[in-house]
Each structure stands twice: as C-alpha cells, then as structure tokens.
C-alpha cells in the first residue's frame, strides 16, 4: 500500500502563487506515475498534471498549461505543485494520486488540499 497526504492549499487572491505538497509513504516502489487532480463540488474530478514517478513525461490540463508544474523530490518521496498566476476558477478541492501501472486507473489517493482563490 501507498499513503499520499496532501498540504500547502488556503486562500489566496488572484494572480497569486501556491505551492502544494504531496508526501508519500509506504511501498514507494510500487509507483509508476503520478498526478494532481481537482474537483469542484457538482463537477467531475479533473485531472490537472502528472508526470512518471521518475519525473519523465509530464502533462498538464490545457486551462493550467503555462502556470502549473509537477516536480517531485527524490530523496523526500514527495510531489509538488507549483501554482503560479492562479484564477478563480482554480478554486478547487486538490488531490494528488499515484499508481502502480503504466496505464489505467490511480489506485492511491491524498485526502485532497482545499485551494480558494478570491477575484
């Protein structure tokens, strides 16, 4: 198994900068990629970046293209997203995720990080 805390969401205004943090813990060895993903309340989950736990093919949603970027710490086991120039409609419950396979589903889920962003 494979334990993700998310931290680092709040409140911010527009045009401002986050950066979120995601620590892994337990079978590490197990992942093969990686990614964040966001879910407004009524909305479907949406997947704004990921990248292979190795830190090789990174992808972003088109609406963070350009102010997003996934990275990730090796020594630490943990995943960041760097949010810069954020909008309102950034404001989302945050969730990062990892999985075992190359393609599929993400089988490990963070509690998810509340990020606002006020106009």
């Known amino acids: 198994q494979v334990q993700l805390v998310e931290s680092g969401g709040g409140l911010v205004q527009a045009g401002a900068s986050l950066r979120l943090s995601c620590a892994a813990s337990g079978r590490t060895s197990d992942i093969v990629r990686i990614g964040w993903f966001r879910q407004v309340p009524g909305k479907e989950r949406e997947r704004v970046a990921a990248?292979?736990?190795?830190?090789?093919?990174?992808a972003y949603a088109d609406s963070v293209k350009g102010r997003f970027a996934i990275s990730r710490d090796n020594a630490k086991n943990t995943m960041f997203l760097q949010m810069n120039n954020l909008k309102p409609g950034d404001t989302a419950v945050y969730f990062c995720a990892a999985r075992s396979t190359i393609v599929g589903n993400y089988n490990y889920w963070g509690r998810g990080t509340q990020v606002t962003v006020s106009s």
């Open positions: 990248m292979t736990w190795t830190g090789e093919l990174p």
